[in-house]
Every structure is written in structure tokens, then in C-alpha cells.
């Protein structure tokens, strides 16, 4: 497996490989990791369809990309993705899915023509005081120290980061700004969470800091994202023949470790000193990581009738393991009930699975180091479908949009400034279900500190009901006290979700506490989705999920196709002057207070480059 850029091979179509025939593939999870792992098996490997065995846990497929009309309980999503145009190996792949809806029509098609007519951006990013607008004004507002804060965090090696938080390296000079606000809003970023993540965040998305303000760097789907993006890739799988085994809990992988040396996963079409680089950078995000040869043996897992079995593998199966996972131990309240919170939540599913994976090789990982604490990885969200016309003018107030237009509407999330609960809440383009009624509307709410009292509900999130979340919703809009309850109870349906582990990925960590897509000496497996290690790219991300399974159908199967490399703006020095200039709200890097001595050094360097291509460079960004 090797990366490439450009559209040399973008478009290039692989040969099959050798002996894919003889091959089986089995996959556990069907969240996006896994069903982009079987649709590149099918597209790029060229495996035979009822060669590839799905195992799902739940009843239906999507893992975390979910989105259903529950019968007696209402519409409801636990989350949602922003997506960007620079997300490289996923519309590699929905160029090649057909749409559901529009006959011809590819996953990408829909989504650009989509994007291209009704371009995202917010009127209304924040609101303080009960819906008025917070007067953010788009900035940021940073001083001097806070940004050079950012700065040092920028330019901080990996290995230094290892288990530390975020406020190691910020203090309130950031962590009351303006762009705290709308990076641990939009992000879910907790102060105590890794500042390893915080600095790849920033390097990942350097050329979208000035879309920050008002979400006009992001993308969305037409639909919620399991209609969007899960739907189109089952029935692509289906009418390919992928078997898939629903209700069917995977227990363990069990290995065989040792007995000779496994494969170095070399890298082609590249130069040895690059091959010697990636091999080292591998070392140094897996310590733990060995060429002794490592070969998944056996499945262990309970059927859909509850009996255990066993399938046997050998060196021609294909496993692809889904380990950990954001939503596990998920709980849902009503309209009437409260999800439930349980400090002493023990997790299950996929994590069960990957405690026994991890225990039989140190580069297996090492799960507790998320899914240990979920009093430190939990919030809650909640979906409000208002069921007629009395909710809708209290929005369109907010958001300056009519909602009922099929247009972009918030055109991202409302964050609630000086709520308690730090509550955001967000309308993408309505419907969100294909069979939504056209009067209704489906809103998307979260708290990120569930745990403190309401403003006007003085309960903490955790203990309420979804029509008690909508009295808060309804208060902080502005909605008038005396018709808080009436719309809360009579007017919407409001879904509550409670997520233990939504954040783990977040939490500190060091090299090797995920292990790599696919562990050196791996004969016949691979990792898959956010709790797997591929270089450079940033988690809670489709574009994440999606290309370790590229990676990892690419790496075992020996598909001869570059890999697309993660968008290179962090090594482009436009987006970093422009990134630089944005952060400081469009002042110059000659505004900031320096010392005579300073200010002296300065002035002699500009003049130096006065009359040349970097002077010119510096002043068209406004960084002189």
C-alpha cells in the first residue's frame, strides 16, 4: 500500500489481484469503516461478492452515520458529520456508488450538485441572552499571547504531546476566547482532552480556519447521513452479493503469534528513502509494533438465535476488525423518559471485543486508555421534531432562514453561549428524512456539559425527559416563558440520547495505544475506524472511518492503486499566512506588540524581502 496525489491515479483502474478468487473476506462492524472496507473489496480487489461476510451486532446497519423513524418513539439522530471538500478517499469511493434517488446519478454527483446550488454558510453562529445574537461578529478574538499559545501547540512534535491535555498547552487566554467557543463546539473538544488531537486538528483543517466563524468550509448531505451515505452503500453491497449477518455479535479474534517472521508491509512506487521514513514514522506511532508473524486464526461469535460459533480461518481469509466504538452502551429516553446515565457503566460491544484482541499482543492496542473514564468521554443529544407550524417562527428568527425551503437552514450549529448545558443546536436542510412530513421539522440538539443544571430546567441534562430538553431548547431561543411547556408537550416530539464513549477518541494518548490499520507481521487482518492508526488524519471524521478501510483492503489484498494522500494544506505556505491572518481577525503579523529590538529585526527582514516573491506573498495575505 503506498499514498499518492494528483489525478494520475485518481482515475487509474487497479488490476486484479492475484488469486483474489480463492479468497474470503470477513468483516465486523458495518459503521463506515466496514462497509467502505467491503466496497473497495468489491470495487478496487475484485473479490467475488458472496465471498464477503458482514457481522453485525445490531439490527440494522451504520453504526454512529445513523438515522430512523422508530415506531412509538419518533425520528431520531445521534449525531451528525461535517464534511469537507478535501476529504479525498471518500468521494474516491461515492464516485463509484449510485444514488438511491436520482437514476445515472453517483453518491457524488448528488452531494457536489447539492452543494454547488445551495452553498453552506451561518447567519447565526451564536446566541446569548435568550436568541440574541452573541455579536461574536465573526472573530475570533485572540490577543497576542493566546495566538502565540496556538502557535507553540502547532509547532510541537508529535512525541511531546503523548498523554497530555489540551490545557497543558492553553490557558484562559484561549480557553475564553471566541475561537475556544467555536472549536470545542463544532469539534466536541473538552478542555481535558489530547492536545496531541487539538494540534492535528489544526494541521488537518489549516485552510478552513477562516470558515470557522461562520461554517461556510463545510458540506452536508441532503438527508441525515444514514439515508445519504449507509443506504447507498448496502444496496451497492447487495446487488454485489456481500452476505451480511445481522444481530450477530462478534465475542473475539483469536491469533496465532509467532512461529516465524510476518510480512513487512513494504511501500511501492515510492523511493527507498521514503520507504525508510514511513517505516519509521510507523515505529514511531506504534512502538509495540513487531514483524513477528501475527495470523487471526478463529471468529468467535453469537449467532442471531444466541449460539456460540466458531469460523476457522486460515491464511486466504481476510478479517477486518471494527475495535472500540463511539456510540456502544448507548442509551435513548422519550419524550416522556430520560436516557439514563450510569457512572458505573462498564462498556460493551465493540470494546469487550478489542479488551480480549489487545490481550494477545501489545500492538493490538490498548482500549482502556478511551473507554476507561465516560464520566470524561460522554454528552448527550437529543432530536426535536416540531409536529406543526407553532416552533418553526421561533428558528427562523434565529437562523434568518425560512426552514420549510429544503435549503440549508442553520447551515451549521447555534451555539447557546452562556447556556449551562453549553447547548448547540442545528437544522440541515429539511426534510432530514425522506419520509418526513412536509410540515415538520427535525433539529438536532447537544449539550457538552450534560452533567450541570438547566437554565430554566434546574435539572442536569442526564435526568431529563426529551419534552424537558425542549423546554430548555425553547427558553433559549427566547421563546416566552408562559409558552415554554405548551410547545414542549403539545407542539414536538423530542428524543433523547445519552453516548458514554461519543468523545473516547479524544481522551490523551501515545504512540501505540491504537494499533496501526495493519500491524506489522500481520499475515490475514487489519483494523478498522476510529480507534486504528493511519498517519496524519484526524478521527470523528467520515473521511477517517472511511479511508482505514481503504488502507486496509489495499494493504492485504495488494491492490496496485495509490492510496489518496491526506490534503496537504498544512505544507502550503498560502493556507499558513492566511491562517495566520484570519486567527489575528485580519491583523498583520506587524500589529502584534514586540520590543524595540524586535520591532528593529522585523523592519530590517521586511525590507530585505521587499521586491521579492515572498514580500509579494506576505502582503496579499495581509500578514505585512
Given at each position: 500500500?503506498?499514498y499518492?496525489?494528483?489525478?494520475?491515479?485518481?482515475?487509474?483502474?487497479?488490476?486484479k489481484?492475484?488469486?483474489?478468487?480463492?479468497?474470503?473476506a470477513?468483516?465486523?462492524?458495518?459503521?463506515?469503516?466496514?462497509?467502505?472496507?467491503?466496497?473497495?473489496?468489491?470495487?478496487?480487489?475484485?473479490?467475488?461478492?458472496?465471498?464477503?461476510?458482514?457481522?453485525?451486532?445490531?439490527?440494522?446497519?451504520?453504526?454512529?452515520?445513523?438515522?430512523?423513524?422508530?415506531?412509538?418513539?419518533?425520528?431520531?439522530?445521534?449525531?451528525?458529520?461535517?464534511?469537507?471538500?478535501?476529504?479525498?478517499v471518500?468521494?474516491?469511493?461515492?464516485?463509484?456508488?449510485?444514488?438511491?434517488?436520482?437514476?445515472?446519478?453517483s453518491?457524488?454527483?448528488?452531494?457536489?450538485?447539492?452543494?454547488?446550488?445551495?452553498?453552506?454558510?451561518?447567519?447565526?453562529?451564536?446566541?446569548?441572552?435568550?436568541?440574541?445574537d452573541?455579536?461574536?461578529?465573526?472573530?475570533?478574538?485572540?490577543?497576542?499571547?493566546?495566538?502565540?499559545?496556538?502557535?507553540?501547540?502547532?509547532?510541537?512534535?508529535?512525541?511531546?504531546?503523548?498523554?497530555?491535555?489540551?490545557?497543558d498547552?492553553?490557558?484562559?487566554?484561549?480557553?475564553?476566547?471566541?475561537?475556544?467557543?467555536?472549536?470545542?463546539?463544532?469539534?466536541?473538544?473538552?478542555?481535558?482532552?489530547?492536545?496531541?488531537?487539538?494540534?492535528?486538528?489544526?494541521k488537518?483543517?489549516?485552510?478552513?480556519?477562516?470558515?470557522?466563524?461562520?461554517?461556510?468550509?463545510?458540506?452536508?448531505?441532503?438527508?441525515?447521513?444514514?439515508?445519504?451515505?449507509i443506504?447507498?452503500?448496502?444496496?451497492?453491497?447487495?446487488?454485489?452479493g456481500?452476505?451480511?449477518?445481522?444481530?450477530?455479535?462478534?465475542e473475539?479474534?483469536?491469533?496465532?503469534?509467532?512461529?516465524?517472521?510476518?510480512?513487512?508491509?513494504?511501500?511501492?512506487?515510492?523511493?527507498?528513502?521514503?520507504?525508510?521514513?514511513?517505516?519509521?514514522?510507523?515505529?514511531?506511532?506504534?512502538?509495540?509494533?513487531?514483524?513477528?508473524?501475527?495470523?487471526?486464526?478463529r471468529?468467535?461469535?453469537?449467532?442471531a438465535e444466541?449460539?456460540?460459533?466458531a469460523?476457522?480461518?486460515?491464511?486466504?481469509?481476510?478479517?477486518?476488525?471494527?475495535?472500540?466504538?463511539?456510540?456502544?452502551?448507548?442509551?435513548?429516553?422519550?419524550?416522556?423518559?430520560?436516557?439514563?446515565?450510569?457512572?458505573?457503566?462498564?462498556?460493551?460491544?465493540?470494546?469487550?471485543?478489542?479488551?480480549?484482541?489487545?490481550?494477545?499482543?501489545?500492538?493490538?492496542?490498548?482500549?482502556?486508555?478511551?473507554?476507561?473514564?465516560?464520566?470524561a468521554?460522554?454528552?448527550?443529544?437529543?432530536?426535536?421534531?416540531?409536529?406543526?407550524?407553532?416552533?418553526?417562527?421561533?428558528?427562523?428568527?434565529?437562523?434568518?432562514?425560512?426552514?420549510?425551503?429544503?435549503?440549508?437552514?442553520?447551515?451549521?450549529?447555534?451555539?447557546c453561549?452562556d447556556?449551562?448545558?453549553?447547548?448547540?443546536?442545528?437544522?440541515n436542510?429539511?426534510?432530514?428524512?425522506?419520509?418526513?412530513?412536509?410540515?415538520?421539522?427535525?433539529?438536532?440538539?447537544?449539550?457538552?456539559?450534560?452533567?450541570?443544571?438547566?437554565?430554566y430546567?434546574?435539572?442536569?441534562?442526564?435526568?431529563?425527559?426529551?419534552?424537558?430538553?425542549?423546554?430548555?431548547?425553547?427558553?433559549?431561543?427566547g421563546?416566552?416563558?408562559?409558552?415554554?411547556?405548551?410547545?414542549?408537550?403539545?407542539?414536538?416530539?423530542?428524543?433523547?440520547?445519552?453516548?458514554?464513549?461519543?468523545?473516547?477518541?479524544?481522551?490523551?494518548?501515545?504512540?501505540?495505544?491504537?494499533?496501526?490499520?495493519?500491524?506489522?507481521?500481520?499475515?490475514n487482518?487489519?483494523?478498522?475506524?476510529?480507534?486504528?492508526?493511519?498517519?496524519?488524519?484526524t478521527?470523528?471524521?467520515?473521511?477517517?472511518?472511511?479511508?482505514?478501510?481503504?488502507?486496509?483492503?489495499?494493504?492485504?489484498?495488494?491492490?496496485d492503486?495509490?492510496?489518496?494522500?491526506?490534503?496537504?494544506?498544512?505544507?502550503?505556505?498560502?493556507?499558513l499566512?492566511?491562517?495566520?491572518v484570519?486567527?489575528?481577525?485580519?491583523?498583520?503579523?506587524?500589529?502584534?506588540k514586540?520590543?524595540?529590538?524586535?520591532?528593529?529585526?522585523?523592519?530590517?527582514?521586511l525590507?530585505?524581502?521587499?521586491?521579492?516573491?515572498?514580500g509579494?506573498?506576505?502582503?496579499?495575505y495581509?500578514?505585512?
Amino acid at each position: 500500500m503506498y499514498y499518492s496525489s494528483g489525478n494520475y491515479e485518481a482515475f487509474a483502474r487497479p488490476k486484479k489481484p492475484t488469486g483474489i478468487d480463492h479468497k474470503n473476506a470477513y468483516i465486523i462492524g458495518t459503521g463506515l469503516a466496514a462497509l467502505s472496507a467491503a466496497c473497495y473489496l468489491v470495487r478496487d480487489a475484485q473479490m467475488p461478492g458472496d465471498h464477503i461476510h458482514v457481522y453485525e451486532k445490531d439490527s440494522v446497519p451504520g453504526g454512529a452515520c445513523d438515522g430512523l423513524d422508530i415506531p412509538g418513539l419518533g425520528y431520531v439522530m445521534r449525531g451528525g458529520r461535517e464534511m469537507d471538500n478535501h476529504f479525498e478517499v471518500m468521494w474516491d469511493l461515492f464516485r463509484s456508488i449510485p444514488s438511491i434517488e436520482t437514476p445515472g446519478a453517483s453518491v457524488l454527483d448528488e452531494y457536489y450538485w447539492l452543494n454547488k446550488e445551495d452553498p453552506n454558510f451561518s447567519l447565526c453562529r451564536a446566541t446569548k441572552n435568550r436568541g440574541e445574537d452573541a455579536g461574536t461578529e465573526g472573530k475570533f478574538g485572540l490577543s497576542d499571547k493566546a495566538a502565540m499559545e496556538i502557535m507553540k501547540l502547532f509547532f510541537t512534535p508529535d512525541e511531546e504531546l503523548y498523554d497530555k491535555p489540551i490545557t497543558d498547552f492553553f490557558d484562559d487566554e484561549v480557553l475564553n476566547s471566541n475561537f475556544w467557543m467555536y472549536w470545542r463546539t463544532m469539534f466536541a473538544f473538552e478542555n481535558w482532552h489530547s492536545a496531541l488531537e487539538m494540534k492535528l486538528y489544526i494541521k488537518r483543517y489549516i485552510h478552513h480556519i477562516g470558515g470557522l466563524p461562520d461554517f461556510s468550509a463545510l458540506r452536508f448531505t441532503r438527508y441525515n447521513q444514514y439515508e445519504s451515505m449507509i443506504l447507498p452503500m448496502i444496496e451497492y453491497l447487495k446487488k454485489a452479493g456481500v452476505q451480511f449477518h445481522f444481530n450477530t455479535k462478534v465475542e473475539n479474534v483469536e491469533f496465532e503469534i509467532g512461529g516465524g517472521v510476518g510480512p513487512k508491509r513494504a511501500v511501492t512506487g515510492t523511493g527507498q528513502d521514503t520507504i525508510q521514513k514511513i517505516q519509521q514514522a510507523q515505529f514511531a506511532r506504534n512502538p509495540y509494533s513487531s514483524s513477528t508473524r501475527k495470523l487471526a486464526k478463529r471468529i468467535v461469535l453469537t449467532d442471531a438465535e444466541g449460539h456460540m460459533q466458531a469460523v476457522d480461518l486460515t491464511e486466504d481469509d481476510f478479517v477486518f476488525i471494527t475495535n472500540g466504538g463511539c456510540v456502544e452502551n448507548s442509551t435513548m429516553g422519550s419524550q416522556t423518559e430520560s436516557a439514563g446515565w450510569n457512572p458505573d457503566i462498564k462498556p460493551g460491544g465493540g470494546w469487550d471485543m478489542w479488551r480480549r484482541i489487545a490481550k494477545q499482543d501489545p500492538s493490538f492496542g490498548h482500549p482502556d486508555k478511551f473507554c476507561s473514564d465516560p464520566q470524561a468521554t460522554k454528552w448527550m443529544s437529543a432530536t426535536v421534531t416540531t409536529l406543526d407550524g407553532e416552533i418553526p417562527p421561533y428558528i427562523q428568527k434565529i437562523c434568518k432562514r425560512d426552514p420549510f425551503t429544503g435549503h440549508v437552514v442553520t447551515g451549521g450549529i447555534v451555539t447557546c453561549t452562556d447556556s449551562n448545558w453549553l447547548m448547540s443546536w442545528t437544522l440541515n436542510r429539511q426534510q432530514q428524512f425522506r419520509d418526513q412530513p412536509k410540515d415538520q421539522l427535525c433539529v438536532w440538539v447537544y449539550g457538552l456539559f450534560p452533567d450541570k443544571p438547566g437554565n430554566y430546567v434546574k435539572k442536569p441534562m442526564t435526568e431529563c425527559t426529551g419534552e424537558e430538553i425542549c423546554e430548555e431548547w425553547l427558553w433559549q431561543m427566547g421563546v416566552p416563558e408562559d409558552r415554554i411547556h405548551e410547545l414542549a408537550h403539545d407542539h414536538a416530539n423530542t428524543v433523547p440520547v445519552m453516548m458514554p464513549y461519543i468523545t473516547a477518541f479524544f481522551m490523551p494518548r501515545a504512540a501505540g495505544d491504537r494499533p496501526d490499520v495493519v500491524p506489522d507481521g500481520a499475515v490475514n487482518f487489519a483494523f478498522l475506524g476510529q480507534f486504528a492508526e493511519t498517519p496524519r488524519d484526524t478521527i470523528f471524521t467520515t473521511e477517517y472511518s472511511m479511508r482505514t478501510g481503504m488502507e486496509a483492503v489495499y494493504t492485504l489484498a495488494g491492490v496496485d492503486r495509490g492510496v489518496p494522500e491526506v490534503w496537504g494544506s498544512v505544507y502550503d505556505v498560502r493556507n499558513l499566512l492566511n491562517a495566520t491572518v484570519k486567527l489575528r481577525d485580519g491583523a498583520p503579523v506587524t500589529a502584534m506588540k514586540l520590543n524595540f529590538v524586535e520591532k528593529a529585526v522585523l523592519g530590517k527582514v521586511l525590507k530585505k524581502l521587499d521586491g521579492t516573491d515572498i514580500g509579494k506573498l506576505l502582503r496579499e495575505y495581509g500578514a505585512v
